[in-house]
């Protein structure tokens, strides 16, 4: 079955407002991870969260876990139409050696 | 420090052809992993490997696919006879060799593969 779904599929925001997504996973984890894709580009690392830690910020990002729920959420603020691309969460699942797990990402649009 | 290098960045082949896609992975990174993504979805995980050894192969198919990643030289996924349902873009990663288990994936741009 498939780790990491993320919801919404598909976001449209204007500039300057907050862009929320979540991420649900089905196993235990040893960390999540959220990543960036530009179109047609490969994917860039943003933050990782460990399994003993409930929030985490980097710059403009915020993410939080809740592994009672299995799930996680990023908070881009204040967002920019450089933000405009697809986000990704990957879980690092405990039984599965050293691979991650992506989910079927949100697509994000920032209008300027 | 070159990032992930993967060539070709397209690649066009017919039915029934090999499609040989390279990847080096960062300075100093002995682990590798490829994976597959179709149009609108998430990566798919194919293959992990370490230097000369194969160490999780469990989402690549049993056949036509196959990978390597020799002592020398760039990690290499090779599919053979390719089908239309192969066309995807195929990403390759790299990890240093750390084994905490909380290792950030460094992607390189893929490779687009077209099957006619």
């Known amino acids: 079955s498939q780790q990491g779904e993320e919801d919404p599929q598909a976001l449209s925001i204007q500039e300057g407002e907050n862009a929320t997504m979540n991420c649900s996973y089905k196993t235990s984890i040893n960390n999540l991870q959220w990543y960036r894709q530009n179109s047609g580009r490969g994917l860039v690392h943003l933050i990782l969260?460990?399994?003993?830690?409930r929030e985490k910020h980097s710059g403009r990002l915020r993410v939080t876990l809740d592994t009672s729920k299995k799930s996680s959420s990023l908070l881009i603020t204040a967002s920019r139409a450089a933000d405009t691309a697809s986000y990704f969460c990957a879980s690092h699942p405990k039984a599965a050696g050293n691979k991650l797990t992506f989910g079927g990402g949100t697509r994000v649009l920032v209008k300027p | 420090n070159a990032g992930v290098m993967q060539n070709p960045r397209h690649l066009v082949r017919r039915r029934g052809q090999e499609a040989r896609l390279r990847c080096s992975p960062m300075k100093g990174h002995s682990h590798v992993y490829w994976y597959r993504q179709l149009p609108e979805e998430g990566l798919k995980f194919m293959v992990y490997l370490q230097k000369e050894n194969i160490i999780d192969e469990s989402g690549m198919p049993k056949e036509r696919f196959s990978a390597e990643f020799p002592k020398e030289g760039p990690s290499i996924l090779r599919i053979q006879q390719v089908v239309r349902g192969d066309s995807a873009a195929y990403f390759c990663?790299?990890?240093?060799?750390?084994?905490?288990?909380?290792?950030?994936?460094?992607f390189g741009s893929g490779t687009q593969l077209s099957v006619l």
């Open positions: 969260i460990r399994s003993n830690e």
């Open positions: 990663a790299s990890s240093p060799l750390r084994g905490q288990g909380d290792e950030k994936l460094f």
